[in-house]
């Protein structure tokens, strides 16, 4: 049976255009506190991940500006494509 393994990736948003999110919200009157944005990977897996296997998806997700991880009791939310949607990997 497959199964779905998800990891996290590199920041999704530049320190740019988090500011201009910031500013747009504030013309709102929205007060937003700490703003980060980062690309999630989910890949379906029809077994274990042998070595050589493991090491290029680790080499293939090595991108971008790595971020922090969230706290526990941080907001959370996943933004993913509509249903239905074809992924173009």
């Known amino acids: ?7 996290p990736g590199s920041a999704a948003l530049s320190a740019f255009r988090i500011d201009k999110i910031r500013q747009e919200a504030g013309r709102l009157g929205l007060a937003l506190g700490e703003l980060t944005a980062r690309y999630w990977h989910f890949l379906e897996l029809d077994g274990e991940l042998d070595a050589a296997a493991a ?8 991108y971008g500006t ?3 991880h969230p706290e526990a009791d941080e907001l959370q939310l996943l933004v ?6 074809i992924s173009p990997w």
Do not use: A
């Open 1 to 7: 049976m497959p199964s779905i393994v998800s990891l």
């Open 55 to 62: 090491r290029q998806l680790d080499k293939t997700l090595d």
């Open 66 to 68: 790595p971020t922090d």
């Open 80 to 85: 993913t494509p509509r249903p239905g949607t």
